[in-house]
């Protein structure tokens, strides 16, 4: 399968600091990628979805000013939590599509990034 | 209702056990069915994608789709404890321009004792 690559895989900050969060494509062109977040022993909840060179599409609820995403290249999207509260502690997991549309359209996952805000 | 259905378990079973896991859904439009796999603190990892109703096959793993019933199934034969892991299912509509939004159940959560 395609490689998706999350770094860092966890980060601990203090309140009130921004943490940057970068997700590549290692083998292919991501066209969209997908953020999402995930709270312990729960499923996945969609963020944004995020297309290179335009604005990220936020999923409601979600403050876009909280979570700023960049998708500046075909193979790497950032998200940026900034003003990082406890509230924002969670495992964050970006994903990439490969070939848009249709069966052949993939959907995989970096290894994921723990936020833990003291 | 949610769109997708899927029993949070915890599910416990014998090695060597054959292992089913399942999803409904509700809206018939789905067309492309998943199952992920997803180890404690890891991001979920692709194993079975297909489209159409019937079975498919692949090593120890068989997904299943029964688009009439609205209804999706993985079996694992011959469990080994290191498919120990949380299961989502993921499902999504019809080709449509720009990259699509899959919508995941809920995971299982799957142990295999020795």
């Known amino acids: 399968g395609a490689v998706v690559s999350q770094h860092p895989s966890r980060v601990i900050c203090k309140s009130g600091t921004s943490v940057k969060i970068e997700c590549r494509s290692l083998?292919?062109?991501?066209?969209?990628m997908f953020w999402y977040r995930q709270f312990p022993k729960k499923s996945l909840m969609l963020m944004a979805t995020?297309?290179?060179?335009?604005?990220?599409?936020?999923e409601q609820g979600v403050e876009k000013d909280k979570f700023l995403i960049n998708h500046a290249s075909l193979t790497l999207s950032t998200l940026t939590v900034t003003s990082a509260h406890p509230e924002d502690s969670s495992f964050y997991i970006c994903?990439?599509?490969?070939?848009?549309?249709?069966?052949?359209?993939?959907?995989?996952f970096g290894s994921g990034t723990q936020l833990s805000v003291l | 209702q949610k769109e997708v259905e899927q029993d949070p378990g915890p599910l416990s079973v014998p090695e060597g056990a054959i292992v089913s896991l399942n999803c409904t859904y509700s809206?018939?439009?789905?067309?492309?069915f998943m199952w992920y796999r997803q180890y404690s603190r890891k991001g979920p990892e692709l194993l079975m994608y297909t489209y159409s109703s019937g079975n498919k096959e692949d090593g120890r793993f068989t997904a299943q789709v029964d688009k009439s019933s609205k209804y999706i199934s993985l079996f694992i034969r011959d469990s080994q404890p290191s498919d120990s892991a949380t299961y989502l299912c993921a499902m999504k509509g019809p080709y449509a321009k720009g990259a699509q939004k899959l919508v995941f159940g809920q995971g299982t959560r799957l142990t295999i004792n020795p």
């Open positions: 994903s990439a599509t490969t070939e848009r549309g249709g069966l052949n359209e993939k959907l995989f």
């Open positions: 809206n018939s439009a789905f067309q492309y």
């Open positions: 995020s297309n290179e060179g335009s604005k990220a599409t936020y």
């Open positions: 083998d292919f062109q991501a066209t969209t």
